[in-house]
């Protein structure tokens, strides 16, 4: 392609806005790569613990809207569209229906779609964040093969879509893949949740949830915390330990890190058992902070963990060979927004304002 072809195509503006980063960046019509990409600390929850949702809100969406300009002044030319991947469930037209991670627990909805397609004067998406990486990861087919496959997200918290022949599986409100707050256990001093509850997947399987386990497995056998590659971690001091250092702990196959974490993997194992026994999902992409950290013998433990509970459809030899690990890297929710606008074609000709008529709600 000629440079004059080159700077005629689209530019878009695409963002990732999860419960601690809001990253964004800008990319080209046809190229898979964001340029320009700016990170920041949310202002939201866990900066400021003491505001209201609505506060929360507001300061958030300013915060996206002034780095989303900050690209646009660096792109080379006016965005013909706007992507965000945003963590928490989102309905059809790109409406924030929840977002208890960056604004508390049972916030207002927001039209984010609709306020940022007014602020940039362009067709706007707003895209659950474990959806948004779904894109990536969906065959490039546009649907003809029968591309069946669930993302799972471990990180901070746990999540999940389901995605058929180029389709997310969701309702129009956006309400489903929240296999996080599914509670799991139900005893009366579980870790708290995110979301204000106790007992869920998300406070058990995640990062959080696995940094929980391995304080109280330390307290409760010191012997063995001392002998583990976490005690040399964090000089021997179970409060200082962080959970990057348990996911690393368990990559090295370390006793007591593994053990540590196998009851969370075991709830998360069972769920994702039940999704293949009851939907017969192909194949699960397990991405999230915590699950890259953790490595192989992370996933080697979820496929175990599967088995056992999804033994109908799923022989012990079967049930790894579903899992598959996320890309090394942290570009699922831009990369996965950037693919999703991609999909929809040329933004001018096929996106009504203020959502996306077709492939699916986020
Ligand atoms: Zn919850």
Redesign the pocket.
């Known amino acids: 392609m000629t440079g004059a072809g080159i700077s005629a195509r689209p530019v878009y503006l695409v963002a990732d806005l999860g419960g601690t980063t809001l990253r964004a960046g800008w990319a080209r019509a046809g190229d898979l790569t964001v340029s320009g990409v700016r990170r920041v600390a949310v202002d939201g929850i866990t900066r400021y613990p003491g505001l209201s949702a609505g506060e929360l809100q507001a300061r958030v969406v300013d915060q996206l809207v002034r780095l989303l300009r900050e690209c646009s002044l660096t792109a080379p030319r006016s965005p013909s569209a706007v992507a965000v991947a945003f963590a928490g469930p989102v309905g059809r037209t790109g409406t924030v229906v929840d977002a208890p991670t960056i604004w508390g627990p049972r916030g207002p909805e927001l039209p984010l779609a609709r306020i940022l397609g007014r602020e940039f004067a362009v067709p706007a998406l707003v895209l659950n964040d474990v959806t948004a990486a779904g894109w990536r990861y969906a065959a490039s087919d546009g649907g003809e093969d029968d591309d069946y496959f669930c993302m799972v997200t471990v990180s901070s918290g746990v999540g999940n879509k389901v995605f058929r022949r180029g389709e997310v599986l969701l309702p129009d409100d956006g309400r489903g893949g929240e296999i996080?707050?599914l509670r799991v256990d139900f005893a009366a001093d579980a870790p708290w949740?995110?979301?204000g509850?106790r007992g869920?997947l998300?406070?058990v399987a995640s990062g959080r949830g696995a940094l929980h386990a391995a304080g109280v497995l330390a307290r409760r056998f010191p012997g063995a915390f001392a002998r583990s590659v976490l005690s040399a971690a964090c000089a021997g001091d179970p409060g200082r330990l962080s959970a990057q250092q348990v996911a690393a702990g368990v990559r090295s196959q370390d006793a007591f890190a593994v053990r540590a974490v196998t009851p969370g993997v075991r709830h998360l194992g069972r769920t994702l058992a039940a999704l293949h026994t009851a939907l017969g999902v192909g194949r699960f992409v397990v991405m999230g902070g915590f699950a890259r950290a953790a490595g192989e013998p992370y996933l080697r433990l979820l496929g175990e963990e599967m088995a056992k509970a999804g033994g109908f459809l799923l022989p012990p030899a079967a049930a790894g060979g579903l899992l598959q690990p996320g890309a090394p890297d942290d570009d699922d929710g831009l990369l996965g927004s950037l693919r999703r606008l991609e999909r929809s074609g040329s933004p001018r000709a096929a996106i009504p304002k203020p959502a996306f008529p077709a492939a699916g709600t986020s």
Request: aromatic content about 0%; some cysteine; hydrophobic content about 10%.
């Open positions: 996080g707050h949740c995110d979301c509850d869920h998300g406070a």
